[in-house]
């Protein structure tokens, strides 16, 4: 809480030199939107078509014959191949609009955490490692040279987690809140949350193996992870295996049945009719750098909406080649025994949330300061 005390006493002093239009209501906090996990995966990547299959049959294309194969379940006691997990959380607070001149930008502070998970062997879940960064987020090129630098020297202070954050440096997910700076900002804070990721990645990844996995809550393809895993695990496929339990819902997909015959279809089709324990063929996305296909863990029934309780898998391909039909396989029976812990009750997304990295987001939730200690100290009246 000290490190909030002085950050409202440095906002002060900074005072002197720019006028601050405080939040209404003190400090807001910014909710992500429910589709912020289907946007960000928007991001990545501007393909809409999906025509290469990266799968690697024992016998002859399965997807001909039947467009979804079934898995058979794979619980710990038969393989326990996924031992960490690593999920980030944020909470992005808007302070108001700072003003020189006639140049304004908003005011976020934030809070960004990534945690790594461990599993034993007799399924005791522990934290593994955690990190917390504190931002303060505005646009630099609002404010002169004298300001900017006067606020950075006051903030020297505050302590080492507090980084100052250009909002001006655009990244793949601020690009489309141009023309919206505020909401610009809680871009910019997941990016940041991001990159903590990698880094905790970083740590994990010497003590992987091919049986011994790493689960990263969402995508792969934020650059600077597929980028980290092709470089360090050279040509092979990295054990570490991206789940999103919410994904884009544009993307068409177009198998081929011969020389000149086609089937087509838009992702409510093709995955309306997938049943539980059922997957599709594995795609490429990003020029064949990423491999993905869709997996059903829960049963259609009673979970409202015909894509309810289906995950996203992704796997990254350092040599853009193809993956074996026995790798997924072993891979999506180990996902879905992971349901059989679940997060109902607790948690709205449980028919797509593994318990494991549910344990690791409120690992990081804990250690955040309370969003009523935040809109207290951080509030002008």
Known sequence: MRELINLRKYI??????????????????????????????????????????????TGGPWWKENLYRKVRSKPRNELHLFRYFIDGSLRSYYLGEVVEAERFSPLVFAQVGACVVQRDGNGRVSAFEKRIKNLLVLDFETFSEEALSFLKRLLSGVNPELEVVNLSERDILTKSYVYERRYMATGKVKYKMRELEVELMKTVAPHLNESTWLVVDGSLMFEPIHKY????????????????????????????????????????????????????PVFTALNGKIAFWYLRIWPKRYLGHPLTGIVKCELVLPGRGEVSSELIDILSGVIIAERNVTTYGQDSRWPAHLYPIYTAEQVIKNAFFSREVVQEILRWR
Request: proline residues 6%; hydrophobic residues 30%; negative net charge.
């Open 12 to 57: 002060d002093e900074w005072r002197k030199t720019v006028e601050l239009i405080p939040a209404s209501e003190g400090a807001q906090e910014e909710l992500l939107f429910p589709s912020a996990e289907e946007r960000e995966d928007q991001m990545y990547t501007d393909q809409q078509i999906y025509d290469t299959i990266c799968e690697r049959p």
């Open 229 to 280: 895993l092709s470089e360090f695990y050279g040509r092979g496929v990295p054990p570490v295996i991206g789940i999103s339990k919410n994904f884009r819902k544009d993307p068409q997909f177009v198998l081929k049945e011969g020389v000149f015959r086609k089937r087509r279809f838009n992702i409510q089709q093709l995955l309306s009719k997938l049943d539980v324990s059922e997957r599709t």
